[in-house]
């Protein structure tokens, strides 16, 4: 594994040719597939669901890092650690007992994951950092790809970082939205290890593998 992670977001391939694009990130040195789940409802959008997360499971042995975007995604968890995740990462906005979800998830025999919303202070995973293997920081509105990077986050990841880091845990600490050649520096620099990127990755002009490269060799 990698010290630094890189997590293509699948919602930006060309689904008509989707074994191809997943091996395609997978041989150039992806190290987490990530998957956008978004249910028309906590956000506008609708994309896939355990049937999608299963599919690709069959054709790559990359960690699955599944990002819900759902309402009540207590109701899920099960059929998304059946379909294959590896990772489950739910938002603070959509849990009313985030310590319960996480421990769900970690029975599953998932590392568990939270995040918030741009808006959501960074306060608000206060409770849950103890028990998390992973928090994810978001760098857009969630809902779709291809949004430009909100500088304003930088703050909130260096913030995570330092709670982190006094509760010296070793979760991943990741970003997701608009992350480019141009941000992700400046998301190391505050203290992310693990980068996800949608139209990075997969809307390169010489192709993924060209993509995965450029952001590689800024880590
Ligand atoms: C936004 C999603 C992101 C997004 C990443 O709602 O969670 O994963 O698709 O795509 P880019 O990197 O293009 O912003
Ligand atoms: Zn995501």
Aim: with cysteine; hydrophobic share 45%.
């Amino acid at each position: 594994m990698n010290q630094f992670i890189l997590a293509p977001s699948i919602i930006a391939s060309d689904f008509t040719h989707l074994a191809d694009e997943i091996t395609a990130v997978e041989s150039a040195g992806a190290d987490w597939l990530h998957m956008d789940i978004m249910d028309g409802h906590f956000v506008p959008t609708i994309t896939v669901g355990p049937l999608f997360v299963e599919a690709c499971k069959h054709v790559t042995k990359l960690p699955l890092d599944v990002h819900l975007m759902i309402s009540n995604p207590d109701q899920y968890l099960e059929a998304f650690a059946k379909a294959g995740a590896n990772n489950i990462t739910v938002h603070v906005e959509t849990c009313p007992d985030l310590p319960q979800t996480i421990q769900k998830i970690k029975s599953l025999g998932c590392n568990a994951g939270v995040t918030l919303n741009p808006a959501t202070p960074a306060s608000a995973l206060d409770l849950a950092l103890p028990l998390v293997d992973l928090v994810l920081v978001m760098s857009v509105k969630p809902g779709y790809s291809g949004q430009a990077f909100m500088p304003e986050m930088i703050g909130k990841v260096e913030e995570v970082r330092n709670k982190l880091n006094a509760l010296r845990s070793t979760a991943h600490l990741e970003v997701d939205g608009g992350i480019s050649k141009e941000t992700l520096p400046l998301m190391y620099k505050a203290g992310a290890n693990a980068f996800v990127a949608g139209n990075a990755v997969f809307k390169h002009p010489q192709g993924v593998g060209a993509g995965i490269r450029a952001l590689r060799e800024l880590l």
